[in-house]
């Protein structure tokens, strides 16, 4: 069939399904109209299949594929509640989302987890070296929370179990901050996310080698292994949030940098929200499980080691199935 002849048998059911369309964009759609929209909304998918099939204008097809994404969502808007959404994404809507930006993940897990492991071995090595990231007074109040005979481990040491809520709502607040502070930076062309991913892998790597190096180190790893599994996770995933917004200014291709950063910012948003997850989980283990200290530091590290696991398994499987919701 000719492009004029199938325009023009089947234009008078686009205009009105793209009718249809505006009603319900603007809630003024009656109920008869709804209990028709279904079957329209099937017969422009055929219509638009048909239309690529025999190689159609690009125009036409374009024309096609707008009124099919507006009907998309609006079958859907009703269907995926707040509620069921947000599950969609727990359940393999994130997982999916890390595995489809795994080279920017990469390059940040790269930065951050390197710089770590290196300050941490040259502190270990070089004890001096603690003090060119931290002062005199903070090392010591350092040393004063992952102390043995404290009565609890981290920060506010001295602080009762019935405190613990108050530490949660602390740990959100900062490490949100921390997060937040990474992925924003990335505006100044990437260079602020790449700087305050090395600088916590720094900080972080020369607390853990002189920790270790002074003999505190059954205590500060049997802290930090549980909720390190989500809180370093997530630090380095809003690096690589960071590192898309200035790769998008850096390198924009045939787009503008407006539209670049635009584009950019909508994938990266969403991989923001997985990381307020990831920290909220973290602080949770960190106020109410990491802090105690009448558990054994082995059944810690078991516990720590299955946390660590869980989170390779998630992110590696989780929301593979082709029909996982979104």
């Known amino acids: 069939m000719k492009q004029s002849l199938f325009e023009k048998r089947h234009q008078a059911d686009w205009e009105a399904f793209s009718k249809l369309l505006g009603n319900l964009e603007r809630s003024k759609a009656d109920t008869r109209a709804c209990e028709t929209f279904a079957g329209d909304y099937r017969r422009l998918c055929q219509h ?28 859907y808007r009703h269907r995926s509640h707040l509620g ?6 727990i359940l393999g809507g994130f997982p ?20 770590l492991l290196l300050m941490g071995v ?10 060119s990231m931290m002062d005199p007074e903070q090392v010591s109040s350092m040393e004063s929370m992952y102390d043995p005979d404290a ?7 001295e602080r009762n179990s019935g405190d613990d809520w108050m530490m949660f709502g602390h740990y959100i607040m900062n490490n949100i901050g921390i997060a937040f502070q990474t992925y924003a930076s990335g505006l100044l062309f990437g260079l602020g996310s790449l700087f305050f991913l090395l600088f916590n892998g720094l900080t972080i790597g020369a607390v853990a080698g002189h920790l270790t190096q002074v003999g505190y180190g059954e205590t500060f790893w049997s802290f930090v292994i549980g909720h390190g ?28 940098r ?31 499980w990491s802090s105690i200290n009448h558990v054994s530091p082995q059944f810690k590290y078991g516990v720590g080691a299955g946390l660590w696991t869980l989170v390779a398994l998630y992110f590696g499987l989780a929301g593979r199935r082709a029909h996982a919701p979104d």
């Open 48 to 75: 638009l299949a048909l239309a690529q099939e025999r190689g159609y204008s690009s125009h036409l097809i374009a024309q096609l594929q707008q009124l099919a994404m507006r009907g998309h969502q609006q079958f």
């Open 84 to 89: 069921g959404r947000l599950l969609g994404f």
């Open 96 to 115: 999916r989302l890390v595995r489809s930006q795994w080279r920017s993940i990469a390059a940040a897990s790269l930065l951050f987890y390197g710089s």
């Open 122 to 131: 040259l502190v270990h090595a070089f004890p001096d070296l603690v003090y």
């Open 151 to 157: 009565r609890r481990i981290g920060p506010m040491s």
């Open 229 to 256: 599994a989500f809180e370093l996770t997530a630090i380095s995933f809003a690096g690589a949030a960071g590192l898309q917004l200035g790769w998008a200014l850096l390198a924009p291709g045939r787009l503008p």
């Open 258 to 288: 407006s539209e670049s950063l635009r584009l950019a910012a909508a994938r990266s948003v969403q991989l923001i929200a997985g990381v307020i997850l990831l920290l909220l989980i973290a602080a949770f283990v960190e106020a109410y």
